[in-house]
C-alpha cells in the first residue's frame, strides 16, 4: 500500500506556493486566484462523477486524483489547512450523517 498521502500532497503545494511560477502547474493555478482554481475544482469534479457514471474503474481513480488535488490547490488559494477540514471531520464522528443532517436543519 501507498505511504504516500494527501498530507505530502499538501505540503508539496505549500512549497510550490512558495516558490517561483513558471515550472510549477500548482504555483500557476494559485496564481489565477481562487475563483479560478474553484472553476477547476468543478470541471474536475464533473469528470469524477462521468468517471464513476461508466463504472469505469481506472479512469475513476485517475480522476479522484485530479479532484483531490484541485481541492488541495483552492484551499491552499482560500487560506484553509487540511488540519482545518480534519478538524470539522473529526467533529463529525460524534454523531451519525443523518443525525448531523438533522442538525444543520435545525440552525
Ligand atoms: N497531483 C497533481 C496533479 N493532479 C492533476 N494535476 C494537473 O491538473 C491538470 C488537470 O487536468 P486538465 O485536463 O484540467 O488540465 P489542463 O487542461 O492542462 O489544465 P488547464 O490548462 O485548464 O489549467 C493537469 O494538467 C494535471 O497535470 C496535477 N498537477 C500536480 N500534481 C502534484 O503537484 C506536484 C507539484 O506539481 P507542480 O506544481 O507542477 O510542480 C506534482 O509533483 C504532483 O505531485
Redesign the pocket.
Known sequence: MSRFTVHD?AA??DA?AATGGE???????LDKGAEHCAR?LG??AVETVIAAIGNDRDHLVAES??LV??LLVLLKSRGVKLEDVEAALEKRTSMSGLEEKASRKRD
Open positions: 500532497l508539496t503545494i510550490r515550472a510549477s502547474y500548482t504555483r500557476k493555478l477547476k470541471e474536475e486524483a485530479d488535488f484541485h
